[in-house]
């Protein structure tokens, strides 16, 4: 693997799914503790769901409201950091992720395009206003005096709800989310809010799909970690860069949509090779000083 990355010169690019942040306690979605694995009846919200009825908003922003502030604490795992170190020494160009936890923002990872998105934002559906999560859960706050009071019991009690993938949290059946409100857009305000996060069913920016291409015809070759690369946003990437003639390496702990593409496959959890990959790099050059 320490060839692999010297052989391209700095013009490698990485593509990153949930796997690299299930050791920050985030989810995935497939894996052997995935979302879909362990909750077989578990049904994402779509986003016409969000965009056409009221009810939808209710129960995601109530379950948002729960699940933000333990994605908001999520640090950094040794995968994120060791992505930082590689790229910091010379042989990481670019990163796409799948992702929308913004952990390797926190990690120092620079030159990152969010495929999916992110938690950490919140934009007008109608006028495009955009406000940090932060803020907006202050606002949640003030127009929810009882569910804030639940919040404060589950943190003072620090039971931990599961916290799903796209940043809500796993609540009983029965829970009523009729009493939940949520505001309209401070700027326009007509509007609703809505995470600026890619939901099922929503297509990706234009803008978003030719920067991530034209990423895959700057690199040399593609490393992807921790990605099953079910969703076609993901695979596409990797089918342009193998019909390109570029080299493939898959990090990841179960089959993949790619795995007939790659040029080499690890089957490895990220946070078992990726540290070890990284000390290795870093004493071979001090070695060489």
Known sequence: MSNFFKANNGKLLILTGAGVSTDSGIP?????QGTYVINKNYKPIFYH????????????????FLGWPPVQKTKPNSSHIAFTQLQSLGYIQNIVTQNVDGLHQKAGTKNILELHGTLHEVHCMQC??????????????????EWKEFLNQIES????????PDGDVDLPSNTSY????????????KGIYK?????FGENIKSSVKLIASDMVKDCSAIMVVGSSLVTYSAFRLIKSAHDSGKNIV????????????????????????????????????????
């Open 157 to 164: 009690f620090k039971i931990k709800p599961k916290v799903r």
């Open 195 to 199: 995470p600026s996060i890619i939901f």
């Open 49 to 64: 769901e969000f965009a056409g009825q009221h009810r939808f908003r209710q129960r995601y922003w109530a379950r948002s």
């Open 128 to 145: 495009g206003h955009i406000q940090k999560r932060s803020n907006y859960q202050d606002i949640l706050n003030e127009l929810n005096p």
């Open 250 to 289: 898959i990090i990841n702990s179960g089959e993949t949509r790619g795995d007939n593409l790659a040029w080499l496959k690890i089957e490895m959890l990220c946070g078992d090779i990726l540290p070890l990959i990284s000390q290795q790099i870093t004493e071979l050059i001090d070695f060489q000083k």
């Open 28 to 32: 995935d979605y497939r894996g052997p």
């Open 178 to 189: 009729e009493t939940f409100r949520y505001p309209s857009c401070d700027q326009c305000k």
